[in-house]
């Protein structure tokens, strides 16, 4: 890092995670392709960065007395819980019904108090928001959309120029995207450290893909005119006058990836994200890749990954798919790839079970998956 920043990050509450070349994943698509393992965070995710720089914001603004209050179904909520127990502070995170007991276990043993409010997020949000209203000391933790909450994500951007071999500049970087705050982060790193013109690749699952259709909305990286673009039933645009966009919200989310169940997307991140040099490439695939993912990452590197942050890696399991992603990738001149393991908590090994007999109906089934990539739709082969 840069001294200015090792300054902004000195007290970090995160690890700084290893960034590994996979052999597997290079030797198949014949470049080098690098792992960021921020599966490896205190509480398993990438949300250790920004949430817990949040907190020790809020730490410094109104002292040792600060209550935090976060509305979760998961990851956002462990990682303010093990950031409140590290500043040795109050932390109250809100859940829905539904959510799994290993979950409320683990927010517990990091010294959280959990609050089950409601049957969806939403409600479970405005009870936080109430609590908050009626606390002088209590301070809404967002999950995803703040600035702050970027800057903190934003260190997986130095930390990787820093352990990226002989000053390499990354071909693309890839990332997964629900409400926007880890591509945020990763854009504001890339601006900061003169990588604006990298590309950035953003996975989403097809039921839960309101940043792909936020894109659609507005002029930018999408295939033909924005008026010529259907809005998809249950999609309701919404224009945000202080960015300058038109966002996704989404009535219904129906893909089993939940950590990726925004909504709607940050307005800011979307301009961000139309705006930069480098571009987005986003992409949309069905649930079943990302479990075919899933398996093929644990088979290779030994390690269980939730479907939110498998979305990232299963283009990289389709090399006819990476070449349309990466035409710039070539035997003559293999590209350099970051992959964001971005981690979560949702992952078992019951589900792998679950995942593997799916996957291998699917398989049986023959045929292609569909995939979207910035307005076009196109089959991916299901047993490559």
């Given at each position: 890092m840069s001294p200015t920043h090792e300054a902004l990050f000195r007290d970090k509450l995160w690890l700084e995670t290893p960034l590994i070349r996979s052999t597997h994943i290079s030797s198949l698509l014949q470049c080098n392709?690098?792992?960021?393992?921020?599966?490896?965070?205190?509480?398993q995710s990438f949300k250790q960065r920004g949430i817990s720089h949040f907190a020790q914001?809020?730490?410094?603004?109104?002292?040792p007395g600060v209550h935090l209050v976060i509305a979760s179904g998961g990851n956002a909520g462990?990682?303010?819980?093990?950031?409140?127990?590290?500043l040795k502070v109050r932390c109250t995170v809100y859940l829905p019904h539904g959510v799994n007991q290993a979950t409320i276990d683990f927010l517990r043993k990091e010294g959280a108090k959990v609050a089950i409010a409601g049957n969806v997020y939403q409600e479970a949000l405005q009870a936080a928001g109430k609590a908050v209203r009626e606390e002088p000391n209590a301070v809404m933790v967002p999950a995803y959309d703040d600035p702050v909450v970027w800057e903190g994500h934003s260190s997986?951007?130095?930390?990787i120029r820093q352990q990226l071999p002989n000053g390499i500049k990354p071909d693309a970087i890839f990332c997964s995207v629900g409400g926007g705050g880890l591509a945020g982060g990763i854009m504001e790193g890339c601006k900061a450290v003169g990588w604006d013109n990298?590309?950035?690749?953003?996975?989403?699952?097809?039921?839960?893909?309101c940043f792909y259709q936020s894109?659609?909305?507005n002029n930018g990286p999408f295939v033909g005119d924005v008026a010529s673009r259907p809005v998809p039933e249950g999609t309701r645009p919404e224009r945000s006058a202080e960015h300058n966009v038109t966002v996704a919200h989404l009535s219904t989310l129906t893909s089993k990836a939940t950590s990726l169940g925004a909504s709607s997307p940050s307005?800011?991140?979307?301009?961000?994200?139309?705006?930069r040099k480098g571009g987005v490439r986003s992409v949309c695939i069905p649930d079943e890749m990302a479990m075919q993912a899933t398996l093929n990452f644990a088979e290779d590197h030994k390690t269980m990954v939730e479907l939110a942050c498998s979305v990232t890696i299963a283009p990289a399991y389709k090399p006819s798919l990476f070449k349309r992603l990466i035409p710039e990738s070539t035997p003559s001149k293999p590209a350099n790839i970051v992959l964001i393991v971005c981690g979560g908590f949702k992952v078992s090994l019951d589900d792998l079970e679950e995942y593997r007999k799916i996957v291998a109906a699917e398989l049986a089934a023959g045929g292609d998956w569909e995939v979207a990539y910035n307005g076009e739709r196109f089959g991916t082969s299901k047993a490559e």
């Open positions: 392709v690098f792992l960021k393992l921020d599966s490896l965070q205190p509480c914001h809020a730490f410094r603004k109104h002292g462990l990682a303010a819980a093990s950031a409140a127990k590290a997986l951007i130095y930390e990298v590309p950035l690749v953003t996975v989403e699952t097809h039921g839960s893909n894109l659609s909305l307005a800011a991140v979307v301009r961000k994200a139309l705006d």
